[in-house]
């Protein structure tokens, strides 16, 4: 039943964004998506997902405008949208990169300011620094002296098993990254992979309309202030304590 009600709130909310120019009306069921999307400021941004959710099911605005962050980052709101009730739409304000870019088409719904655009580029993986490629120049080999002794050779460097370990868990988690925004951006993921950290992906508003990444180029915004809800809290008074029923009672272990 959950899962059919935000599928309707989705279609309802695509239908109010056909065609490539479309006027938004934003409500304080808005959040910014600012700075740096690390893990602590995606756990922010998930908490308040939530609480705007469990008052109702209009649509949520992420306002994103964040440039720096990590792939643990993306995730965890990625994560967050998925179970929510209410559709999300992404409005990208500028030219976001970074986990900024690969947030946007995370969530159910995007539009975008005509100067906006989607740089998908590398993201950092908390905790875990990529590898290092190898160096594979060969390096100039100087004649050993006339009757110098050979120096004995370099045994090779065993990995340390936790960083083994920290690599292979960074290599799958990034693999699974990369396989849920291929799919948001119409993308192989392999493919997607090589050009991001190749370099990158660049859209402009036209080109992610065009390419179904987004829905609509934002041309006029207004703000709808949404009725006040109001919770009424009744109390009952007895000879021994006053109580608010706002709160289940706390109920003590049994002897």
């Known amino acids: 039943m959950k899962k059919l009600v935000r599928l309707l709130l989705a279609t309802a909310l695509a239908l109010a964004f056909v065609g490539h120019a479309a006027a938004m009306q934003l409500t304080d069921r808005s959040i910014e998506v600012e700075g740096r999307l690390d893990v602590k400021t995606a756990s922010d941004v998930a908490g308040k997902l939530v609480k705007l959710d469990a008052k109702g099911q209009l649509p949520i605005y992420l306002l994103i405008t964040a440039t720096d ?35 946007a088409p995370m969530a159910d719904q995007v539009v975008m300011f005509p100067s906006a655009g989607l740089v998908f580029t590398e993201l950092d993986y908390e905790g875990v620094k990529k590898p290092e490629k190898p160096d594979t120049t060969p390096a100039a080999a100087s004649p050993p002296a006339p009757g110098a002794t050979p120096a004995p050779a370099t045994p090779p460097k065993k990995d340390d098993p936790k960083d083994v370990l920290l690599q292979e ?36 508003a036209d080109e992610a309309v065009s390419k179904k990444v987004a829905a609509s180029i934002v041309d ?36």
């Open 69 to 103: 962050g990590s792939a643990q980052g993306v995730m965890i709101v990625a994560d967050t949208i998925r179970s929510l009730k209410s559709p999300v739409v992404a409005v990208v304000m500028t030219q976001i990169h970074g986990a900024g870019a690969s947030l």
């Open 169 to 204: 868990a960074r290599a799958r988690f990034m693999g699974r990254f990369y396989a849920r925004l291929a799919k948001r951006v119409g993308m192989d993921a392999r493919a997607l992979q090589t050009t991001v950290e190749g370099g990158g992906l660049m859209m402009s």
């Open 220 to 255: 006029s915004v207004t703000y709808v202030a949404l009725p006040t809800e109001k919770t009424e809290i009744k109390v009952t008074t007895t000879s021994k304590e006053t109580r608010s029923f706002s709160e289940d009672p706390i109920k003590k272990p049994v002897d």
